[in-house]
């Protein structure tokens, strides 16, 4: 019979184990689109707001026809906040649709539009990766942490990357704080799949109780 550890990891992949990409429609791939729409989400979730919102917000972008650095950079100001309206993001809609405009041509810029390009220059290096990602306008060291958590599932350099809020997600729901540890328990789950799923648990008391209810003693 699997240990307390393993059933509670069990019933939390079943019941959450979801992405934010997904959850937003983003089809993750290792491709220029596909990246920089995760950028997006990371930006819009690393500010204090909640996860429903910025994933809906990144849809409402994506359906205005903002889902390329170009575009975005090429977009009205107006347009952008337009679009964070539509999806919910309004407390910080003009400083986030500046924002937006200014990290769209950073990356045009810095990395002609391909997220693989700054991943190539980082070499592997997981503190080196999160460092260039801090280098886009609002990307501070929550959204860097926020990419770096999806982007496994494509980069597996960074596997298994359980950031500060998902380890608070095993806190809560008493299972190691230790990445190797708790991927281990995963078994073949995918890291992203668990880390999603561990943030859930942090950032909603529900979804830890709902989880250790499943789980059982």
Avoid: N
Avoid at 65 to 70: F, I, K, T
Avoid at 148 to 155: A, D, F, G, I, K
Avoid at 159 to 187: H, V
Wanted: charged residues 30%; glycine residues 10%.
């Amino acid at each position: 019979m699997p240990g307390r550890d393993e059933r509670v990891v069990r019933a939390l992949v079943a019941a959450h184990g979801r992405t934010y990409a997904e959850d937003a429609g983003i089809r993750l791939k290792d491709t220029p689109q596909p990246l920089y729409r995760l950028l997006v989400p990371a930006h819009l979730l690393s500010a204090r707001i909640r996860g429903s919102i910025a994933v809906a917000t990144a849809r409402a972008l994506h359906e205005a026809g903002l889902r390329d650095p170009r575009r975005m950079a090429g977009a009205d100001r107006q347009e952008r906040v337009d679009a964070l309206g539509r999806g919910g993001y309004r407390r910080y809609d003009e400083r986030t649709a500046t924002q937006l405009g200014d990290a769209a041509g950073w990356l045009t810029d810095r990395w002609g539009g391909d997220l693989r390009r700054l991943r190539a220059e980082a070499e592997g290096e997981v503190p080196e990766l999160r460092r260039l990602l801090q280098e886009f306008p609002g990307v501070g060291p929550a959204g860097a942490d926020i990419f770096l958590r999806e982007v496994q599932r494509v980069w597996p350099e960074t596997a298994p990357c359980l950031d500060a809020k998902a380890l608070q997600g095993a806190q809560r729901l008493e299972l190691p704080r230790d990445p190797d540890r708790s991927a281990a328990l995963a078994g073949r789950t995918e890291p992203a799949v668990l880390a999603a799923a561990l943030v859930r648990a942090a950032v909603d008391k529900d979804v830890a109780e709902d989880v250790l209810s499943r789980a059982g003693p």
